[in-house]
């Protein structure tokens, strides 16, 4: 049982940011930028990135796409990427992983990074609609590698 408690410990230990952001309820504007600000790491080293999206049955796409902006500080290191999110699988099926709220995760490059610094992501949506219905919440998920 001790063996069990720590190793389940030590895996938590490993994730050093996990936060969501909701959106409106009656909608997430294209203006409308999410913010996450990792605070100061304790540790350098390399550490892998996630988006997690959640939605309901009310978005009406099968995909999605975020603009992702990175800052690191200090020394304001600048990265801008589009992710693209698919809901669904080849054949046209959602994935569905939940019971009214669907999460999915999709992954960002890794990034290296070193003690003391901190991050600021900030997320928007990059789809031709102006509002974007059922997309309730967005989380970033980070974990030190090494």
């Known amino acids: 049982m001790v ?3 720590a190793v389940v410990t030590s895996c938590d230990q490993r994730t050093v940011y ?3 952001e909701s959106t409106s309820q009656t909608g997430w504007e294209k203006i409308d930028t999410l913010l996450f600000v990792v605070p100061p790491l304790a540790e350098p080293g390399r550490y892998s990135q996630q988006i997690d999206v959640r939605i309901n049955e009310f ?3 099968t995909s999605l796409s975020l ?3 990175q800052q690191v500080f200090p020394g304001d290191r600048r990265k801008k990427q589009i992710l693209r999110c698919r809901f669904t699988e080849q054949n046209q099926y959602f994935q569905r992983r939940g019971i009214s709220n669907y999460t999915y995760s999709f992954s960002l ?3 290296d990074l070193r003690r003391g610094d901190s991050l600021r992501v900030s997320v928007r949506h990059d789809m031709k609609r102006e509002i974007l219905p059922g997309i309730t ?4 998920k980070m974990i030190r590698l090494n």
């Open 18 to 20: 996990h936060h969501f």
């Open 59 to 61: 978005y009406p796409f």
């Open 137 to 140: 919440d967005l989380g970033l």
């Open 3 to 5: 063996l069990t408690m």
């Open 67 to 69: 603009v992702v902006s």
């Open 109 to 111: 490059p890794d990034i």
